[in-house]
């Protein structure tokens, strides 16, 4: 579940090499920041860094949108737009009912894709029983966000602590390049619903 923020974002530094070379994401196999062996079950990319500036990264389109939302209610998740009666409030995700809804109060599509990315990192939560990311990682996220979105990760602090990884993870993603999250949505999300294991509430 996000809080409304403002809609205006960092940009991010251009990724230096070694920033390449970190790697977050599990897998049961090895990992490396191939992105064409993506399709293959290689690994997603790695850093905050290499998520994007003006020239690394591009905005978010109302096509990443669609593709995005065509995926996720491929897999049985309903997407909807609704006025939220929650002050602040841009969307949620509801594992019980696997429901994301988009509050209408994004201006952009960048924005409205930050919250469909970062509602979609919850579905995908679901999907594996829990945590999305490699443990070994969670630091260098953590400073990444702290760095480059500030506001994002003062935000987490709101959370019960038992939540702050998802949220991390979820602000983390939506941050990645938009053609890299229907990547980590079909590795983590093959079936047609969330897994039994999922700790959402």
Same mark, same amino acid.
């Given at each position: 579940m996000r809080p409304r923020l403002p809609l205006t974002r960092a940009r991010f530094p251009l990724p230096s090499p070694s920033a390449t070379r970190a790697a977050f994401w599990r897998n049961p196999s090895s990992w490396s920041v191939a992105l064409a062996a993506l399709l293959l079950a290689a690994p997603v990319p790695a850093s905050l860094a290499q998520a994007g500036t003006a020239s690394g990264r591009r905005p978010a389109s109302w096509a990443d949108i669609d593709n995005l939302r065509s995926l996720l209610m491929a897999?049985?998740?309903? $997407?909807?737009?609704?006025?939220?009666?929650?002050?602040?409030?841009?969307?949620?995700?509801?594992?019980?009912?696997?429901?994301?809804?988009?509050?209408? $109060?994004?201006?952009?599509?960048?924005? $409205?894709?930050?919250?469909?990315?970062?509602?979609?990192?919850?579905?995908?939560?679901?999907?594996?029983?829990?945590?999305?990311?490699?443990p070994r990682h969670?630091?260098?996220?953590?400073?990444?966000?702290?760095?480059?979105?500030?506001?994002?990760?003062?935000?987490?602090a709101v959370y019960p602590r038992e939540q702050q990884l998802s949220e991390l993870e979820a602000r983390y993603t939506a941050r990645l390049p938009p053609e890299q999250v229907p990547r980590l949505?079909?590795?983590?999300?093959?079936?047609?619903?969330?897994?039994?294991?999922?700790?959402?509430?």
């Open positions: 897999r049985g998740t309903k $997407v909807l737009q609704q006025d939220c009666n929650q002050r602040g409030l841009q969307g949620p995700y509801h594992d019980r009912s696997d429901t994301i809804v988009i509050c209408r $109060v994004h201006r952009d599509p960048e924005a $409205v894709w930050n919250t469909l990315a970062h509602e979609a990192t919850h579905r995908m939560q679901a999907c594996a029983g829990g945590s999305i990311t490699d969670h630091q260098a996220m953590a400073r990444a966000l702290a760095t480059y979105e500030p506001q994002e990760w003062r935000s987490i949505l079909r590795r983590y999300c093959n079936g047609s619903g969330p897994s039994t294991l999922s700790r959402q509430p």
